[in-house]
């Protein structure tokens, strides 16, 4: 048998459904990989409008991908295309219009308080993960600085339970469905390791219980036990974990990225002049104003950072990438609070015009 890294450094021995994901079907031509990554309410709304984009563009069904690999609202809207959702659909359930088929049709779900509004309720007087602090903090190495940062926060009393019914409307209650092309990111709360849902090796779940867990914000949201054991955020190991694609016989990943910062206008994997000196330059026009919109901005060169290193693994091995991320103006429409439900509709529509974009001049 051959082996397939979890992501995490620990190989999996690979089965029937590793076959499946890494050899495909007959005939199947360019083998296609979609990554979703992290960003909250606006990040969702972002990389719903990215995706009717890249389906306008390409002529590419997104939820057709080999292999499709969600981070937090990543994970939801990853979930909703496995389904056999459309972007168009996730458009318009975004934007309130009625959705006249597919499974998302006469299925309500308010984004605007799904999460309880845009501030957490007040977080639980205790440590969220003692014994993953303490192992954090005597081999700081092992972890990624937001797992160390995680296992500190105070628990979180907010639930992601609707986001979890919403899931069970569409896929019930069952286990994994047999060959799925999705897998969901999130990270054990006690170890902080990274687990990709739906891999072989990983705890057995149903999909529910792995969206929820993935969008379960540390300090936000309350951990989700899957298989007796307790799970968070997949983006507290990575916003997008784009490296999970690798191995999977892939051979061409559109990466979706709405906490990263868009360094190259033809939405191609890195800047020419490189990484650090990009990064400067959009710091330099970079203007935040207030304390939680400084603390963004350096989250997302942190997040921009990780995922190009990301990207640049999966271009050693020969898969080429297709990376979107929000531009300035992108950013401009956003705010700093990505869980501001008033900012959707806005958003959904800069990403739409700004991707287009993007793809356009990587055409040309």
């Known amino acids: 048998m051959t082996q397939v890294s979890t992501g995490d450094g620990r190989p999996a021995r690979s089965g029937p459904a590793t076959e499946r994901v890494r050899h495909g079907r007959p005939g199947s031509g360019i083998r296609r990989g979609l990554v979703l990554g992290g960003g909250g309410m606006l990040g969702a709304a972002w990389t719903v409008g990215a995706l009717c984009a890249v389906e306008e563009a390409t002529g590419w069904r997104p939820g057709s991908a080999e292999v499709l690999l969600g981070t937090s609202a990543g994970a939801l809207l990853g979930t909703l295309l496995a389904a056999g959702v459309e972007p168009g659909q996730l458009r318009d359930h975004q934007l309130g219009r009625p959705v006249t088929a597919g499974p998302l049709m006469d299925i309500d779900f308010d984004y605007d308080t799904v999460v309880g509004g845009a501030l957490p309720p007040r977080p639980q007087a205790a440590i969220g993960s003692p014994g993953l602090l303490r192992d954090a903090v005597r081999h700081p190495r092992d972890y990624p600085f937001l797992t160390m940062v995680s296992a500190a926060v105070p628990p979180g009393r907010g639930s992601v339970a609707p986001i979890g019914d919403l899931v069970r409307k569409l896929f019930g209650d069952g286990g994994w469905p047999e060959g799925s092309a999705l897998r969901v990111a999130a990270v054990d709360y006690r170890t902080g390791r990274r687990v990709a849902f739906g891999d072989l090796g990983a705890p057995a779940a149903g999909v529910a219980e792995a969206v929820m867990a993935s969008c ?149």
């Open 216 to 364: 379960a914000i540390p300090g936000w949201f309350a951990p989700v036990e899957v298989a007796g054991g307790r799970y968070v955020d997949g983006g507290c190991w990575s916003a997008t974990n784009a490296d999970l694609m690798n191995g999977r016989g892939l051979d061409e990943v559109y990466v979706l990225a709405p906490m990263g910062i868009r360094l190259h206008p033809a939405g191609r994997a890195e800047p020419a002049r490189g990484t650090v000196a990009a990064l400067r330059e959009w710091r330099a026009r970079d203007r935040p104003r207030g304390v939680l919109a400084q603390l963004l901005s350096r989250y997302r060169r942190a997040v921009t950072r990780q995922l190009l290193r990301e990207v640049r693994e999966l271009r050693a091995v020969g898969i080429r990438v297709r990376l979107l991320a929000p531009t300035q103006a992108d950013l401009a429409v956003m705010g700093p609070n990505m869980m501001d439900p008033a900012r959707r509709a806005a958003v959904l529509e800069s990403a739409l015009i700004t991707s287009r974009a993007a793809l356009g001049a990587a055409a040309g």
